[in-house]
Structure formats: structure tokens, C-alpha cells
T-cell receptor, first 114, second 116 residues
Framework: KQEVTQIPAALSVPEGENLVLNCSFT??????LQWFRQDPGKGLTSLLL?????REQTSGRLNASLDKSSGRSTLYIAASQPGDSATYLC?????????????FGEGTQLTVNP | NAGVMQNPRHLVRRRGQEARLRCSPM?????VYWYRQLPEEGLKFMVY????????ESGMPKERFSAEFPKEGPSILRIQQVVRGDSAAYFC??????????????FGEGSWLTVV
């Protein structure tokens, strides 16, 4: 059974700081890994998707890496802003065929202070 | 191309009533997933459906919960005789058929159920 763990559970940083969010998963046989952002009372916004054959993806100030063999991914946020405050969720997709569902971590709640 | 549409966005039910949550997948998507997010918790998989078929319901509670995705119309998540513990956000997601280009899972905005 796939288990996804995110560390830390909560993080508070001053504006402008670079930060790293961590995600680990127990079963390395994944199809892809996705990072989402969730604002309070809102739905999920997909930030980055990394296929199992890829090692990283970048979008603006965000960079996500994937080390499938060790079961780890990191989300790097450069020059953090108060608008980055949200919960960040990591999710792995089991496979391309049966099930094909996402397994989520519990999330990291990020607060960026002005 | 509209995204995944869920309604209602917010629903209040008294204990013992029924809740029906609807999900219209993105155009061209034939796979629907339902997830539940309890307060202060992550998203937990409930059920995975294709048109007229339940493929994986391993995350569904054994009683009171059911889901369908008919040939025509939206997918429905039905909760009978709701209890306070059913209060949660219910998210629907959809994806294109396997091996389609850009086979990403897209999420709706969620339906927030409050049981009073």
C-alpha cells in the first residue's frame, strides 16, 4: 500500500526566503508525481507534474525534483511571497492502468510573513 | 473548455437526511474519481468510475455511500442518512482515457458538506 509523507507539516518563513518542502513515498513504482496548492476552503491547483522518467520540472519560482529510486520529491520555492501562503500537497499516481488514482500526503501548511 | 464542475459547492444537511453531490468531468474525460477531505486531513481516495462502471471502490465506506457515473449526465456521489462525521469537502476529479496525451488528473473546486 502506497503511503505518502510530507515534512514539515507546517512552516512559517519571512518574505523573500527560499524554502524546500519534502515529500516521500513508500512504493517507488509510480507513474507520476504531482504537487498541488490548496487555499483555505478552496479546491486544488496543480503546480507541477513530474513523470516517472523525469528528474525535475520548473515553473516560475517553483522547482520540483523527483528521485524515484529513493522515494523522494522536493518542492523548492524561491523568493517566497505572502501570496504563496497555502497548503501544499504532494500526490503520487500509482500507474497508467488499473486504479490510476492519486495518493496524497497530509500536506505542508506554509505561511509567508510580510 | 470548462473544467471539472461540481455542485453544489456548499450543502447543509440535518442528520439522517440524504446528500447528493454531482460532478461533471472535463469535456472528453471518461474517468471520474471522488476524494474526501476531512477537516485538518489530507485527501483520501473514495471511488474511481468510468462510464456506467465502478472500477475501484476500495475507499468507499461500506454503508450509506454510493457512487454512479451514468452513460448520460454527471457522476453522483450519494450519502444516505448522513451523520456529523460525514462533514467534509468532497472533491471530484477527471482524466482522459489511458495513454491519451497529457493524461493528467484535474480536480473540481469541491463540495463542502456540513451535517448539523
Amino acid at each position: 500500500k502506497q503511503e505518502v509523507t510530507q515534512i514539515p507539516a507546517a512552516l512559517s518563513v519571512p518574505e523573500g526566503e527560499n524554502l524546500v518542502l519534502n515529500c516521500s513515498f513508500t512504493d517507488s513504482a509510480i507513474y507520476n508525481l504531482q504537487w498541488f496548492r490548496q487555499d483555505p476552503g478552496k479546491g486544488l491547483t496543480s503546480l507541477l507534474l513530474i513523470q516517472s522518467s523525469q528528474r525535475e520540472q520548473t515553473s516560475g519560482r517553483l522547482n520540483a525534483s523527483l528521485d524515484k529510486s529513493s522515494g523522494r520529491s522536493t518542492l523548492y520555492i524561491a523568493a517566497s511571497q505572502p501570496g504563496d501562503s497555502a497548503t501544499y500537497l504532494c500526490a503520487v499516481r500509482r500507474g497508467e492502468t488499473s486504479g490510476s488514482r492519486l495518493t496524497f500526503g497530509e500536506g505542508t501548511q506554509l505561511t509567508v510573513n510580510p | 473548455n470548462a473544467g471539472v464542475m461540481q455542485n453544489p459547492r456548499h450543502l447543509v444537511r440535518r442528520r439522517g437526511q440524504e446528500a447528493r453531490l454531482r460532478c461533471s468531468p472535463m469535456k472528453g474525460h471518461s474517468h471520474v474519481y471522488w476524494y474526501r477531505q476531512l477537516p485538518e486531513e489530507g485527501l483520501k481516495f473514495m471511488v474511481y468510475l468510468q462510464k456506467e462502471n465502478i472500477i475501484d471502490e476500495s475507499g468507499m465506506p461500506k454503508e450509506r455511500f454510493s457512487a454512479e457515473f451514468p452513460k448520460e449526465g454527471p457522476s453522483i456521489l450519494r450519502i444516505q442518512q448522513v451523520v456529523r462525521g460525514d462533514s467534509a469537502a468532497y472533491f471530484c476529479a477527471s482524466s482522459a482515457p489511458y495513454r491519451a496525451p497529457g493524461n493528467t488528473i484535474y480536480f473540481g473546486e469541491g463540495s463542502w458538506l456540513t451535517v448539523v
